[in-house]
């Protein structure tokens, strides 16, 4: 099974900050990876598939990059909404798997 | 709109069963791959399993932990896709989503299971 190592699991930032988090994949899954955001309470929103591309409706400061084994989720300037709890996921192969999660908590 | 619905959860002894469904609209059903997702209380995501699309007939896959306790199955005519759930174990207590595979698009609301004496 393909392993999807998040870091880090959590952080802390502020308004208008740039956040960065990377999703570590442990074989090569070319761009086959998805980014979730999941706001308490709630259901997963796909932010991002494909590795980089944004979902229609997906603000743009969020963004995503990376292929093989290496992936990041950027957000170039923190909003409100955005606290929350992201998750990268592989479709490269069954089983999928989920990355284990990064908290981004208000500074 | 499309529009995922998921019922049947609710509380279950160990050792029993629990048929969940999901109710797609909105969209062509029998076009997509459709997967249930699971969260158990306060912790990641797991990918339960999928059944493909018409197109790969419907084909299913299976996370190792709960093959050959859980079956996926759909209802063509009624846009129903569904969880069947046996030999229920307390690790399998968790929000269980049904979820679209267009890159994970569209999800449910969830249904909770929870498996309990």
């Known amino acids: 099974d393909i392993q999807m190592t998040q870091s880090p699991s959590s952080l802390s930032a502020s308004v208008g900050d740039r956040v960065t988090i990377t999703c570590r994949a442990s074989q090569d899954i070319r761009t086959s990876l998805v980014w979730f955001q999941q706001r308490p309470g709630k259901a997963p929103k796909s932010l991002i598939y494909g590795a980089s591309t944004l979902r229609s409706g997906v603000p743009s400061r969020f963004s995503g990059s990376g292929s093989g084994t290496d992936f990041t989720l950027t957000v170039s300037s923190l909003q409100p909404e955005d606290f929350a709890i992201y998750y990268c996921?592989?479709?490269?192969?069954?089983?999928?798997?989920f990355g284990g999660g990064t908290k981004v908590e208000m500074k | 709109e499309v529009q995922l619905v998921e019922s049947g959860g609710g509380l279950v002894q160990p050792g029993g069963s629990l048929r969940l469904s999901c109710v797609a609209s909105g969209f062509i059903f029998s076009d997509f791959h459709m997967d249930w997702v699971r969260q158990a209380p306060g912790k990641g995501l797991e990918w339960v399993g999928r059944?493909?699309?018409?197109?790969?007939?419907?084909?299913?896959e299976y996370a190792a932990s709960v093959r050959g306790r859980f079956s996926i199955s759909r209802d063509e005519s009624k846009n129903t896709l569904y969880l069947q759930m046996s030999s229920l174990k307390a690790e399998d207590t968790a929000v269980y989503y049904c979820?679209?595979?267009?890159?994970?698009?569209?999800w449910g609301q969830g249904t909770l299971v929870t498996v309990s004496s």
């Open positions: 059944s493909r699309n018409k197109g790969r007939s419907y084909n299913t």
């Open positions: 996921q592989h479709y490269n192969a069954y089983p999928l798997t």
């Open positions: 979820v679209r595979d267009n890159g994970g698009d569209y």
